[in-house]
């Protein structure tokens, strides 16, 4: 069991990889030419002064991308997948302020966003989307060597001296 | 350049390292242009009867005091303003004639580049006098969101159904005379929190989501409370 998880661990960390990096890249690149939306978004969690939520609004998409792109390429994956992680787990307090308060809004993660009709509102599958990949980027902090990374990997080296 | 070289000769930082650079710096690159581009430009050129003061809004009634002052923020892609307007439309309308409300309307462009075409329109549509009967005719033609309908030939067109004759209408445009104007107007848009369209003040206070969108009654109801 323990034998088949060192052969599988990189090969799980590389699917993580892409998922995360994925997704971020993906939420980032959509909203990237909409900054009006993605500015509405943000305010509309009603957590931040509304200049900084407006700035936010405009960076995070950007923000997003680069730690999508790294992480899909697997450039400084821990960090990266610490970021990512980091990022999930404000989204989940966003979401979940938003829905105890009562709010009606739209999570915006992927464009869109803003205050939408009572009733439309998603916000347990937007928490529990946001868990797994907060999930997979714990997978990776705890085992950041990955299949295909451009990252320094001493543990594959090993693995592949034991199989040369 | 000492870690970039690993002694043991395997993979080395350098290609990651390079790999960081190029997606940070394509990223900012794409970044700053996009925070320029939302600057407000206190020089934009602005439509007539546009009040700075009154968040870059198309103000009707500006002179008249003690009457209700009804702030409208929409984006003319909408379909829940094209509703708002069907409901209300005409009440407002005869609220401008009849002198009985200072009415402002705030075209914000967020759904996309067709918003902000038509927003410009609307802004070149005022300069002939003619921005109720756009307003009006716009949201009874309503097309999909984005849908390559809304273009410059479009609202060249338009001007037929408006009546507008003038050439400088067209050259307005086709030249996006008020772009500046109508990126000034998402700005205010901005600050004043506005999370959804149509969002609608009656001296200040928003309009109950609940009822007054929707309802002529309500939202009569709540222009004679004020």
């Not at chain 1, 994925?22 to 500015?39: H, I, N, R, Y």
């Not at chain 1, 943000?42 to 950007?62: C, D, H, K, Q």
Request: hydrophobic fraction near 45%; include cysteine; charged fraction near 20%.
């Amino acid at each position: 069991m323990k034998e088949k998880f060192v052969i599988l661990q990189p090969w799980i960390g590389l699917v993580a990889r892409l998922i995360l990096g994925g997704v971020l890249f993906l939420a980032g690149f959509l909203k990237v030419d909409e900054p009006d939306k993605s500015q509405m978004a943000v305010r509309a969690y009603e957590m931040l002064p509304i200049s900084i939520a407006n700035l936010l609004g405009l960076t995070l998409p950007f923000v997003e991308v680069a730690i999508g792109a790294l992480l899909i390429l697997g450039s400084l994956t821990r960090f990266m997948a610490a970021l990512g992680g980091f990022t999930m787990v404000i989204f989940i307090i966003a979401i979940a302020q938003a829905w105890a308060r009562g709010l009606n809004i739209d999570c915006g993660c992927f464009g869109g966003g803003g205050t939408v009709a009572p009733g439309e509102t998603k916000y347990l599958q937007e928490i529990l989307r946001d868990l797994g990949l907060a999930f997979l980027a714990a997978y990776l902090i705890r085992y950041p060597s990955t299949k295909f990374s451009l990252d320094k990997n001493q543990n594959s080296k090993s693995s592949q001296e034991e199989v040369a | 350049m000492a870690q970039a070289k690993n002694p043991k000769g395997g993979k080395d930082n350098f290609t990651r390292n390079l790999v960081i650079a190029v997606v940070l710096g394509v990223v900012l690159i794409m970044l700053v242009p996009t925070l320029l581009s939302k600057k407000t430009n206190t020089d934009a050129a602005i439509p007539s009867s546009v009040s700075v003061e009154d968040g870059y809004g198309m103000v009707f009634n500006k002179e008249l005091q003690d009457v209700p002052f009804i702030e409208i923020y929409e984006d003319f892609q909408c379909p829940a303003c094209a509703r708002f307007e069907s409901i209300v439309g005409e009440y407002v309308e005869d609220l401008i004639n009849t002198k009985k409300a200072k009415v402002a309307y705030h075209p914000l462009s967020f759904l996309g580049p067709e918003s902000q075409l038509a927003a410009n329109a609307a802004g070149c549509a005022a300069d002939e006098g003619k921005f109720i009967q756009f307003h009006k005719l716009l949201y009874a033609n309503q097309p999909a969101e984005n849908s390559g309908a809304w273009s410059a030939g479009y609202f060249s067109t338009l001007s037929l159904g408006l009546g507008i004759q003038s050439k400088d209408y067209d050259k307005c445009v086709a030249n996006n005379e008020y772009k500046d104007w109508v990126t000034n107007v998402a700005n205010e848009g901005a600050k004043r929190n506005i999370n959804s369209t149509p969002t609608v003040f009656i001296n200040g206070k928003e309009i109950d989501r609940n009822k007054a969108y929707n309802s002529l009654g309500e939202f009569m109801l709540a222009v004679s409370k004020a």
